[in-house]
């Protein structure tokens, strides 16, 4: 047996079966935010949105900026709590859970990538990758060859010892990639990924990520305003006015 | 699930590298080294300075055990347990200089009296006199200077006889020695003079008692030494012996005390260095803020956020409690000397203060005080961490 597959399923409690087609699924979320800090009224951003993501299929989200695109994926990763409505990662409900086993199951499931690239600014490139396999349980000698091939993959083999302040933002954004893939998560969950990039860097970027999502069978939940990179995913939603209506590809009925 | 059994590889990797890399906890661990340090040391200082106070008293005024009101000279001890048990005769006198006069317990004791182990806690000083028909006395350093006599100098004695129908008497010897123990509370009243000469000079029998020098195994066991004495001489009642605090009740009442206040001193001190690891905990996880939000974000639980800054900020708590305890025996050590230098210039303001005396390292105190400062400090740092529950992934988002 491979010790990937046994360490990290053995690390929590799993009752969620990897070969769940539906990795995540939002049912009926409403996402209301008080309009003002003495709580007087509400906005509404999210109302009655449904959304599934399927294994291995890559889905871009679109829309204007303020729309609520990041909102609606920090609440499919289960970052944010959704005023109403259900977000099931492989089937488990995130409500559901206390922190321990919601930490958990994001470690295990979901890989992110935002804008602004996040890393442990104290930790070297190499030790950043492979934080979430060591937060699964891992020792650093038992994840360290996975995190050096993915940093490899991705032409970083010459980085792995340098600190993110020595680093460029397409590299860091890399980095924050072989991260995303290191647990082989079920879905990466990428908010604006090339945001923060030069026309050059972003492509880069843009093509390594859908490339490394299709040769390693992820699913991706892509949210950008840049309209190229959307369409090529398998589907493509566009959200205005609190609901997202499929653009491209077949979706997916809850 | 067994999780709880092993520290998770990342909080492991984290504590660590936090200790290592971060100037505050570094900073934390010499604070609390510098605190611990002096702590140590007043307490060494203080602990050896009473016990060796209280040995002064035991070997040259009252022994451990003191029989009252009776010469034995046949006394039946256990070799194991008493080392030496001396007949003396004492009692209180007036001694006049030319110039001055002084209270003193004159204490009549044998040649042999001042054994290795009294002559280890006393230094005498003596020429070589004429031969003279006038009896000898010895003098501490401190009374002979009060009375502006020196060695070969005559003094008189006045003795309040025990016998109410016989009026005082005068004597004059001559000083023939002069003695210094280095506590001079304990020196300006003590004077020692040949034990057959005490006896013409204090008749009653309540003059007469036996010192007890006790095995230094037997010190914390006085009870038994007690007991087997009563057992082996017959006629000897346990009322007429007295252990050396019971004797001395206001001298070792004042120990006691200052004991306790040096205690309650180093607790005040340990509560607010606990204080100051709690701040600086609090202060680690403000500074960590976007990393601990990072961290939860690919799927740290608090807990493990929790355990992490948690180990980092008690190893160097231990590690500076460690490092003070070193610093504060070496520091003992190494002012022993000096102070002992200090003593024999005889500065007046520091007649109260035994300052030579052994550096003896209070381990139960210094365990105590150690364990105390570990477990306020941890408990204060764990609750203090408590905040990390409060900093989510989503912190990331909104504040930046
Ligand atoms: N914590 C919050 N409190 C109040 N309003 C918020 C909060 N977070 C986001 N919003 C608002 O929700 C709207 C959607 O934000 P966001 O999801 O970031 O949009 P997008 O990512 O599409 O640009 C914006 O108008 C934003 O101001
Ligand atoms: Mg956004």
Redesign the pocket.
Known sequence: MHPTDRQIGDHIDRPFAKQFDRPIQLLDITKR??AAQDGEGE?T?LEDVDLCIARGESTAII??????????LHIAGGLDSPTSGKVLCNGVDFATLDDKRRSSLRNLHIGFIFQANLLLEDFTALENVMAPAMIAGRTARDCRPRALSLLERLGLGDRTHHLPSQLSGGEKQRIAICRALMNEPDVIMADEPTGALDEENAQEVERLLLDLVKEEGRSLLL?THNNDFAYRCDNVYL?KNHALSLEKGLGLDV | MNGSAVVNPFVKFWSAKRIFKKGRLLGCLVLIAFVMAPLVCALIFSESMIAGITNKYIYLSDGHLQIQGVAYDGLVTDDAMVLHADSVVSGYALVYSSSSTSSLLVKGVSSDYFNESRLSQVSFETTDLEPSNLKGIALSRATASKLGVSIGDRVALMIVPDDASRSPRPVLVRVEAIFHSGYDQLDSMLSFVDREYARTLFTSSSSASVEVLVDDTYIERLDDVIADLVLKNEGLSLREISTWNEHNVSVYNNFVTSKQMILIILLIVIIVAAFYTSSVAQQMIQDDMKPISIAKLIGMADSQVRLSAFISVSSVTVAGIVLGIGLGIGIGYGLGPVLSALSNKGLQSLSFYLLDFVVDIPWKSVLLISVCLMVLSTASVWIALGKTRRITPMRLF?SL
Do not use: D
């Open positions: 935010f008080k906005i951003i829309g204007k900026s303020g729309s609520g695109k990041s909102t609606l949210v959200l | 909104t």
